[in-house]
């Protein structure tokens, strides 16, 4: 008996030294259960966690905890979160240099979007670690930003005088420069605006809208794309430095994995989600069938996209990352003007 009870405690000993040993990454997630990128980013949670690197990976979603994406560099610098997933144009409102990985009209199908990403990844990360201490492991898109209207539209000439929601600066811009209102809107508030007539349109991806239902309450949609609603997952990068070489290459190597994932997931996914939101072919959960009017595109639509971008929202951006970030237009032409073959004059 006593033999047994020594082992007892030396087993409970040795369980309590090795839990000790384990790290738990704390995760703040944006990424709600039904949305079509929670599996991708829960199996990289799982593959951390079961990496033998001695690190557990516990989850937790802005939603759930009633916080605003807007804070999630604040959450990340501080070190509340060790990783914090967030919409950039979201978090640009930090700081201007960041939204031009994907200024409204530059990039708007996703081979674009990817070369304009590459080719601002690492001033996009300088920038990051310089003034919020945080480092991206994954940027990703969640697909082409197209819009939802709960009445009929043709163009994008007949935005003018309506109110759409909009979630980043440069898109407010074009906007407004189309003749419509932009109201920022966070994404769980846009349904009910929607549905009350607080806003008669929507930005957002076609599986966004589906899994959100927007469906429900529009029914138009103009697969227009104007941008990509880059994402990141950031590290809080005092953290980061502080973890074992084998843990820092686990964390690194499934986020990048976990980004690979979701470029692709961004690619197809939509095409469906675009398809069951306008009735066509079969749909499984999370995507759902509407009864959605599509709008053919007009070639004159992507020009005059492309022609305000050029002339106008990038100029404007432009001047306000001026303001804090001296050199900012010189570095967005080096980087994804050159890739685009543009230039803010």
């Keep these: 008996m006593r033999t047994l009870i020594i082992g007892a405690v030396a087993a409970a000993v040795f369980a309590t030294a090795a839990s000790a040993q384990t790290t738990t990454v704390r995760w703040l997630s944006q990424t709600p259960t039904v949305q079509t990128q929670y599996p991708i980013e829960s199996a990289a949670m799982a593959r951390i966690t079961a990496a033998g690197v001695d690190l557990r990976v516990d989850r937790q979603e802005f939603m759930a905890l009633g916080l605003n994406l807007g804070d999630a560099l604040r959450l990340v610098r501080s070190g ?121 349109c929507g930005v957002t991806s076609p599986t966004s809208a589906n899994t959100g239902r927007w469906p429900e309450v529009t029914s138009h949609l103009l697969p227009l794309s104007v941008s990509g609603s880059v994402q990141a997952h950031l590290v809080n990068a005092a953290w980061f430095a502080k973890l074992k070489p084998a843990q820092r290459d686990a964390v690194t190597v499934e986020l990048k994995r976990m980004e690979s994932e979701l470029w692709n997931l961004a690619r197809h996914t939509n095409a469906l989600a675009t398809d069951c939101s306008i009735g066509k072919g079969e749909c499984a959960p999370p995507h759902a069938s509407y009864k959605m009017t599509l709008v053919e595109v007009a070639p004159a639509d992507l020009a005059k996209v492309k022609k305000i971008s050029a002339e106008q929202v990038l100029p404007e951006w432009a001047d306000r990352c001026e303001r804090t970030y001296k050199g900012c237009k010189a570095a967005w032409n080096g980087s994804i003007g050159k890739a685009q073959g543009i230039a803010i004059r």
């Design 80 to 200: 509340t979160y060790d990783i914090v997933s967030t919409q950039v144009g979201l978090a640009s409102r930090d700081d201007a240099f960041l939204e031009g990985i994907d200024v409204i009209g530059v990039s708007t199908d996703m081979d674009s979007l990817e070369a304009s990403v590459n080719a601002y990844r690492p001033l996009f990360a300088k920038r990051l670690e310089e003034r919020f201490g945080a480092r991206p492991l994954a940027i990703w898109p969640f697909g082409p930003q197209v819009f939802f209207c709960n009445q009929a539209i043709k163009t994008v000439d007949d935005l003018k005088g309506q109110r759409v929601r909009s979630f980043t600066p440069s898109m407010s811009k074009l906007l407004e420069t189309l003749g419509a209102t932009p109201v920022t809107i966070s994404f769980p508030e846009v349904y009910p605006s929607l549905q009350r007539g607080v806003a008669n």
